[in-house]
């Protein structure tokens, strides 16, 4: 990057163990992340925390700063009829925790609600599957022989199933035969199946957009049963020790045209930072879209500055064509880059914290240490987050401590600037 204080970051990158563009593993996306020269970086999968072993693993090995997030979809009673982040979809909320420092158990509050999250994900998939066979049984799918395969662990997304039936249609015995297909199933001209076909970017978010999204055959409106209730995903984001983190979408929907009062609503629940995709708010060709764009992104930053808010960015990497790291030397993003930095190193503050010493940004022992006092916890947690990577010996001695006395570890070093044993 050209200005050297400008380290680059990605603390949002889906890999395989949900959807990531290139195929790419929590470990796969470590070394990627390396080659770019990252700071940090975090991966965030949906609806599981399958990638989190293998990515501080990696992370440890490679000397990069790092966190382990997770998206879901709730519903968010509050906004029952307004538009918020999921196009089309009153109520409909993506949310997410960051900062995990390990596996949920199994018996744990946390560890049910995972599982309730991964399960009732399946169960849409196989309903939505079992829509679009209906009405399409010439390009027709079985759930689990041709779409959980093409994941690691069983934690299928949409994005798997239109993998499944692009790959259903491309075994028909001719090309004619599959422009025809696509002609019936896309209702779209000849000349254009054929150029389409020629573009896989283009051919995925069609037919995922045909098939899947709002007038498609497989879709169903979501009401307030489709998802678990927000309460519920933010109890379990604390029960596992991590951060309740609200998400952003543009500034455009009725529900996100006020975010203080939207994010005055979500502390009172227990949600302390919000992310932001910065790429999809400034990147755009259309000069009056993305004048409006960059100026509800600026809008909501600041609002979350001025809240205290820490803020997470990243390129989510959950789709064909996005930057593996945002170009923070633009005129739209140059100025929100301390911002930014100032986010990432706090949730790597916390997944340290979480990971030795079982300390939370919001767990009751940082409640205790710093009360109200949101300017100091930040500053805590952010200076936590920018001491050197650990090397091995500091890595072992942490882990044979107590959690207590690693906090105190911690805390002695970042009033040093340094690991301090």
Not at 11 to 27: C, D, E, I, R
Not at 74 to 85: H, L, T
Not at 153 to 177: D, F, M, P
Request: hydrophobic share 40%; charged share 25%; with cysteine.
């Amino acid at each position: 990057m050209p200005h050297a204080d400008l380290k680059p970051v990605n603390m949002h990158m889906h890999t395989h163990y949900s959807f990531n563009a290139q195929g790419m593993s929590p470990a796969a996306l470590v070394e990627e992340s390396v080659k770019q020269g990252l700071y940090a970086a975090a991966i965030c999968d949906f609806d599981v925390l399958d990638g989190l072993e293998e990515f501080y693993k990696a992370c440890d090995v490679a000397l990069l700063r790092g966190a382990v997030g997770m998206e879901t979809r709730v519903f968010f009673p509050e906004y029952a009829d307004q538009v918020i982040n999921s196009p089309g979809e009153p109520g409909v909320y993506y949310f997410m925790g960051m900062g995990f420092g390990r596996m949920p158990s199994g018996g744990s509050p946390a560890g049910r609600t995972l599982e309730e999250l991964r399960e009732r994900a399946g169960d849409r998939n196989r309903a939505l599957v079992a829509r679009i066979n209906k009405n399409f049984s010439e390009i027709a799918v079985d759930y689990e022989e041709d779409v959980l395969p093409l994941t690691p662990s069983g934690n299928a997304t949409e994005r798997h199933v239109v993998q499944a039936y692009i790959a259903k249609v491309r075994l028909a015995e001719s090309e004619e035969r599959q422009v025809e297909t696509w002609r019936v199933v896309l209702e779209m001209p000849e000349e254009n199946v054929r150029k389409l076909m020629q573009d896989e970017v283009g051919l995925q978010n069609t037919a995922r957009s045909k098939l899947m999204k709002r007038g498609g055959a497989g879709y169903v409106q979501p009401d307030s049963t489709t998802f678990p209730p927000l309460e519920d995903a933010i109890a379990m984001i604390l029960d596992a020790g991590a951060i309740p983190m609200a998400t952003w979408l543009d500034g455009t929907s009725e529900g996100e045209s006020d975010p203080a009062k939207q994010l005055e609503l979500l502390r009172s629940k227990g949600v302390a930072a919000v992310n932001i995709v910065p790429d999809r708010n400034w990147n755009i060709r259309d000069p009056e879209v993305k004048k409006l764009k960059v100026e509800k992104l600026h809008e909501f930053a600041e609002t979350a500055r001025r809240m205290q808010f820490p803020v997470n960015v990243g390129t989510e990497l959950n789709s064909f064509g996005l930057p593996f790291v945002d170009d923070f030397c633009s005129d739209a993003l140059e100025p929100l880059w301390p911002l930014f930095f100032q986010g990432a190193n706090i949730m790597v503050g916390q997944a340290r914290l979480s990971r030795y010493a079982r300390f939370s940004y919001c767990g009751p022992k940082a409640e205790a240490e710093f009360g109200k006092n949101l300017a100091d916890r930040n500053d805590f947690f952010e200076k936590a987050g920018k001491l050197p990577c650990p090397v091995p010996m500091v890595r072992d001695w942490l882990s044979q401590l107590d959690a207590e006395r690693a906090y105190l570890v911690i805390r002695d070093s970042v009033l040093a600037g340094k690991w301090h044993l």
